[in-house]
C-alpha cells in the first residue's frame, strides 16, 4: 500500500487478482481515495495476467513515478510462464495513471538475461532524464519513458559465482 499524492488521499495497493471462483489470475492494481479513511472509494482497478510476487514482500520493487496531482507512471516487476517458453515473461509492466483510470502502457523485458542459479540484482526502477531504468535478473535496462521504446542495455553474465 502507498500514498501516491502530497496530502495522503490516493492509496495505490498491489496484490493478487481472483477470479469470480477465488482463483488466482495476476496481479492486480487498485486505486483508492482515502479523503475519509474511514470510509475508502475504490476509484480505479486493473487486472493484470501476469504476477509480481517481489512485490508482496519488497516494498522498494514497485514505483510510481508521479508527473502531477492526477498523472503518473506505475512501474512494477511482473513474471509469467506460459505454455510454451516463447510465451514466458521476465522483466517489468509500465502502466499510466490518469484521471481516467490505470492502463497497460509498456512492458520491459529482463527475459534474455535470467539465469537460474546465478546472483541477481534487485528489481528496482527509476527514472534518469526521460528514460526509466530497470534492474532484474542479471541485467539493466533503459527505456524511453513516453514511447517506452528500448534505449540502452547492460548485462552482467559472470557465471563464475552461478551454482
Keep these: 500500500m502507498h500514498f501516491i499524492n502530497d496530502d495522503n488521499t490516493l492509496l495505490l495497493i498491489l496484490g493478487k487478482g481472483t477470479d469470480e471462483n477465488g482463483k488466482e489470475v495476476g496481479l492486480q492494481i487498485s486505486l483508492f481515495n482515502t479523503t475519509d479513511p474511514i470510509n475508502p472509494i475504490k476509484i480505479a482497478q486493473r487486472n493484470g495476467t501476469s504476477s509480481s510476487d517481489s512485490t508482496e514482500w519488497d516494498l ?4 510510481f513515478l508521479k508527473a502531477n496531482e492526477l498523472e503518473g507512471r ?11 517458453s516463447d510465451d514466458d515473461f521476465y522483466g517489468f509492466e509500465v502502466f499510466e495513471k490518469s484521471p481516467a483510470g490505470i492502463f497497460p502502457l509498456s512492458l520491459v523485458s529482463h527475459l534474455d538475461s535470467h539465469q537460474d542459479g546465478c546472483p541477481h540484482l534487485p528489481e528496482r526502477s527509476f527514472l534518469i532524464e526521460e528514460t526509466i531504468v530497470t534492474l532484474r535478473g542479471q541485467s539493466v535496462r533503459g527505456h524511453e519513458l513516453t514511447s517506452g521504446e528500448f534505449a540502452w542495455g547492460l548485462d552482467y553474465n559472470d557465471t563464475e559465482f552461478c551454482s
Design 60 to 63: 522498494t520493487a514497485f514505483q
Design 74 to 84: 506505475i512501474i512494477i516487476p511482473v513474471s509469467s510462464q506460459g505454455t510454451k
